[in-house]
């Protein structure tokens, strides 16, 4: 029963972040932007890194971010293997999609791969600065896309809370940091963690380097496609 909730309020926090991230970019304008290939191709390597681990046996072993191991090319590969069964692996892929959509959208394409490498690189840094034990704040398990797909997503709360209008999208935004604290806190979730991270970094990014064109009352429906 505990893994079913861990993984209920898991899933929760996400579908939560990309509501936020839909708000932000406008859900009446989704089918009228452009393809966001970015999406497309963090998805396709995604789905290459399933296609090796299913044709060689070898690859958790020689690809993955276990600490044991050497190899500095681990932290970057392993995010592109996926260890949560069946149901784990299509479900990190379709929310890696669907978050790096979304994100591109709001943040452009630059912007988007920048953040999603940060989602890569500092948890393990941050460990460290905070003097937490290893991997304690990286929620891969020593592989996954989870990770950075969860802080990717959380960005987009921090856009929505720096440019949304209305009162209902601020709560929205702020309760994603709110939830993440509280899933870390309780269960010990590190997702949680990870999206604080990538809300805080949102926060920082978007004044200095800008994203979409700020929100308005009307903006769901009337904002036009950004290229």
Known sequence: MGGILFDLTTAWLLML???????LVGSGTLTRRPVPWVA????GVAVAGVGVQVCWAGAMAALDDDPRRRGWWRVLTSVFLQNGGVFGAVWNLVTLAVVAAL????????????????GVLLPQHLDALLGLREHVTDPRDFAGSSGATYFLAATLAAGLLLRATTRTDRLLALAVPAAGLALWAIQG????????????????VLPLFGGGPALTPRAASARCPRP
């Open 40 to 43: 497309v191709g963090l998805a």
């Open 189 to 204: 979730n590190e997702h949680g963690l990870v999206a604080v991270y990538g809300f805080l970094l949102g926060l920082a």
């Open 17 to 23: 972040m990309a509501k936020c991230g839909v708000n």
């Open 103 to 118: 994100a591109q959208w709001f943040w452009g394409a630059p912007l988007t791969l920048g953040l999603f490498a940060a």
